[in-house]
T-cell receptor
Framework: KQEVTQIPAALSVPEGENLVLNCSFT??????LQWFRQDPGKGLTSLLL?????REQTSGRLNASLDKSSGRSTLYIAASQPGDSATYLC????????FGKGTMLLVSP | EAQVTQNPRYLITVTGKKLTVTCSQN?????MSWYRQDPGLGLRQIYY???????DKGDVPEGYKVSRKEKRNFPLILESPSPNQTSLYFC??????????????FGPGTRLTVT
């Protein structure tokens, strides 16, 4: 059964810092990996989708990488802003869609 | 606008009173699913549907029913709700399942409280 782990569980940084969120998974037989953002009590906003054959995807200040063989993905956020404060979830699509428990990010002004 | 809609968004009910949470998508997606989100447990899949009239259990199906009679709709039915079903529920859809290219789209969530 696929297991997805996100480290760290929580992260607090000052505005302007570059930061990396980590996601690891146990079964490399995946279709793709998707990063989401969730604001408190709200729905999931899709940030980036990386197909299993891809190494990375970029959208604005966000860059996500995928190393399928080692079961790892990272989400890089450049020049963080207070508006980036949210919980970030990675989801791995294999036989099912399995979520990590998320990294709660707080960016202080 | 392409979207997944859920209704109601908030619901407070009592133990044993049957309820239905509706989910609809306007993207002609074949795959639809339901998740619940609980603190410390993350998002867990309840049921999924690969296409019309095809449904299957996810990780936590006990106490729930679903049906998929039309492509766009995938309602979640709680026949006899209990307090342990208090949770935040999300419906999701995707064009196809067995493809690398298609992302999951999520609805806005339904916060259910069972007293």
């Amino acid at each position: 059964k696929q297991e997805v782990t996100q480290i760290p569980a929580a992260l607090s940084v000052p505005e302007g810092e570059n930061l990396v969120l980590n996601c690891s998974f146990t079964d490399s037989a995946i279709y793709n990996l998707q990063w989401f953002r969730q604001d408190p009590g709200k729905g999931l906003t899709s940030l980036l989708l990386i197909q299993s054959s891809q190494r990375e995807q970029t959208s604005g200040r966000l860059n996500a990488s995928l190393d399928k063989s080692s079961g790892r993905s990272t989400l890089y956020i450049a020049a963080s802003q207070p508006g980036d404060s949210a919980t970030y979830l990675c989801a791995v699509k294999g036989s099912t869609l399995t979520f990590g428990k998320g990294t709660m990010l707080l960016v202080s002004p | 606008e392409a979207q997944v809609t859920q209704n109601p968004r908030y619901l407070i009910t009592v133990t044993g009173k049957k309820l239905t949470v509706t989910c609809s998508q306007n993207m002609n997606h074949e795959y639809m699913s339901w998740y619940r989100q609980d603190p410390g447990l993350g998002l867990r899949q309840i049921y999924y549907s690969m296409n019309v009239e095809v449904t299957d259990k996810g990780d936590v199906p006990e106490g729930y029913k679903v049906s998929r009679k039309e492509k766009r709709n995938f309602p979640l039915i709680l026949e006899s709700p209990s307090p342990n079903q208090t949770s935040l529920y999300f419906c999701a859809s995707s064009l196809f399942w067995a493809s690398v290219a298609y992302e999951q789209y999520f609805g806005p969530g339904t916060r259910l409280t069972v007293t």
